[in-house]
Each structure stands twice: as C-alpha cells, then as structure tokens.
C-alpha cells in the first residue's frame, strides 16, 4: 500500500563517506519529489526537492538524482559528517496531498 | 517562520476513550495533514484538508476522523482509542498555491493507549 517504497532502512557510514537512499514511486501523478531529514525529539524538515523535469539537483553537500523513466530517485550526501546522522524521508507529492517513504536511519560514525 | 504547534507532547489514554489531537499553524496555509509514524512504516498519510470544512481520506483513516471548522487548526479525532493507535503523530501544513511548496511539521505527539 505504500506509494513510495524506499531503501535501505538503515545506513552506516564512516565521515567522509557517500551515502546513498533510494526511492522509487508509481502514481505519475507526483511532480515534486522532496527530501525530508528528521532529528530525534523533532519533526521532519525539508532538506532538498527535485522537480521531475530535471535529472539532479545539487544544494551543497547534498544531491538528488531523478530517473522519470524508471520512476525512481535518490539522495547522495557527499562527504557525510556525523551531524548528517538523522533520518531520512523521501516523498512524492501532487499538488494536495504527500506521500512518504518508510524512512531510512543514517549513522556517521566518526 | 512558520509554526506548526501541536497541543499536547506525550498523551496517555485508556482503550475506548474519544481522543482529540490538536494543531494550530500559524501561516494561513490551506493545507493540513495529519501523519501518523511507527518504525519501518514511515509516516503515513491519515487525513488531510485543502480548505475549512474539507477532508480527504489518506492511506490509514480507519478508527480516525478529523475536523476543520478554521483554517488556522485541524484536529484528529480517535473515535474509540485503541493499543494499536499508540504511536507518534505529526501534523503538518502547506500552502496550496503553489505546487512545489513544502510541508512544515510540527514537532509530534506520542500517544500511548493502555
């Protein structure tokens, strides 16, 4: 019943490393695909979000590469830290509603 | 900044009784939603509401409704609380408008049904 499958559910990386989450959606209805990042104690905020007319999108150490044919997507997080370490929520989204992946729990270690 | 305040942090209630979750944004967003999050499911979609006095069902709105009588707040509503609603939940609002505009959440309220 998920809309959005995501993988893996877990991640561990040593500093410096390059993470990498992946997504993969149904409904061609979604045009815009954001990425969440939530903290202990705290709700999921936007981190970054890709349009599905662009194959990637760089904000700072953090990229999405989109894939429309294959309906799938994914986060690279280059050179991790250990603040990186959070959980991660992919998520398609029409214009009135969202839907999110099962998260994934990235540790870096340092 | 928008601020999505949820009422209440931590909530212990017994099976059967009628509980309320509460949300008040204060960004005159139109949308809101209502999430529910348990480990390896992720969040997911329970209600949401693109206007006053609109809802639509999301992916779990058994054992669930909601209420929208102002556009600032949006209440969830467990008709007869049960063990396996325990959970975090999380509300959050958008603007409608545009198509591309995020969701702002607020920090959650983890429920406990005994």
């Known amino acids: 019943q998920q809309q959005v499958k995501q993988s893996p559910q877990s991640l561990i990386v040593q500093k410096g490393g390059i993470p990498i989450i992946n997504c993969a959606y149904e409904?061609?209805?979604?045009?815009?695909f954001p990425w969440y990042q939530q903290f202990p104690g705290k709700g999921p905020a936007l981190l970054i979000a890709?349009?599905?007319?662009?194959s990637e999108k760089k904000e700072g150490r953090f990229t999405i590469s989109f894939n429309k044919s294959a309906k799938q997507f994914s986060l690279h997080i280059m050179d991790s830290q250990p603040g990186d370490s959070a959980t991660y929520f992919c998520?398609?989204?029409?214009?009135?509603?969202?839907?999110f992946g099962a998260g994934t729990r990235l540790t870096v270690k340092p | 900044d928008v601020k999505v305040t949820q009422s209440s942090r931590y909530l212990v209630k017994r099976t059967g009784e009628k509980v309320f979750l509460e949300c008040v944004q204060d960004?005159?967003?139109?949308?809101m939603f209502w999430y529910r999050q348990d480990p390896g499911l992720g969040l997911r979609l329970i209600y949401f509401?693109?206007?006053?006095?609109?809802?639509e069902k999301g992916d779990i709105p058994e054992g669930y409704s909601v209420s929208r009588e102002k556009k600032e707040r949006f209440s969830l509503i467990l008709e007869s609380a049960s063990t396996n609603q325990t959970s975090m939940y999380l509300c959050?609002?958008?603007?409608?408008?545009?198509?591309?505009?995020?969701?702002?959440f607020g920090n959650g309220t983890r429920l406990t049904v005994t």
């Open positions: 409904n061609t209805a979604f045009d815009y």
């Open positions: 960004m005159d967003h139109e949308n």
């Open positions: 890709i349009r599905p007319d662009v």
């Open positions: 998520a398609a989204s029409t214009r009135s509603d969202m839907r």
């Open positions: 509401s693109y206007d006053v006095k609109m809802k």
């Open positions: 959050a609002s958008r603007v409608r408008s545009s198509y591309n505009s995020p969701l702002h």
